[in-house]
């Protein structure tokens, strides 16, 4: 499954993709900004997505005019309580200064916001990496209190996402347009289907839901 907007497209992650993310994921620049900074093997690779629980992780790889740029995730998504938390590296180096990561982060929030209709997100930085924390904050993270140096979390809700990012999306908009599409091209399972079935029924008011907020 592809769904696209802003010009971004989000796939979600097969077993075909894993070697491409396993050589983003052991570059230098990303990895030292990950709580696991160990070199992956293909084997370590296969076994985190096996691992996976399909029913409470959404994991995408992103796409800018069909290249692919990136991962970006939500995962131990708790839909009782309302909470999920985010994730996302760009893979290619080129586009770490561009604005597709932020439309792709945009995005992935709409959806989780608006679609799945969370309360909350969580977002795990480290503690020295000033450009994440500075770049969450534009999106209306703040850090939890009373937590220690290292790996701290970051949270934020559907009205602070909103008062923060208001003027972005509006450029987003006036940019790329509203529209949301969706391409059905391998069949979905877990909560990438559940997306695809929300879509499919309300693609109309999340659409309308995610300019008017």
Sequence with gaps: MQISRYGIMLENLKPEHLEMVRLWRNQDFVR????????????????????LNPQTN????????????????????D???????????????SFLEMPQPMLAILFMMELAFYLFRLKELQ???????????RFNKQLGYQLEDGQPAGFQYYTV????????TEKIRSGAQKMYGNNTSVNVVSTPEGLHKR?????????EQFNATAVSA
């Design 32 to 51: 030292s900004n990950m709580q696991f900074q160990e070199l992956l093997c293909r084997q370590d690779q296969e076994k985190w997505f096996s691992s």
């Design 195 to 203: 997306v695809l079935l929300l879509l499919e029924k309300e693609l």
């Design 58 to 77: 959404l994991y995408w790889v992103i796409h800018f005019n069909e290249y692919p740029i990136g991962l970006i995730h939500i995962k131990n998504i």
């Design 157 to 164: 809700d559907r009205n602070q996402f909103e008062a923060a």
């Design 123 to 133: 977002a795990k930085i480290r503690s020295g990496n000033t450009h994440a924390i």
């Design 79 to 93: 839909l009782k309580n309302g909470v999920g938390e985010a994730g996302v590296f760009i893979g290619e180096p």
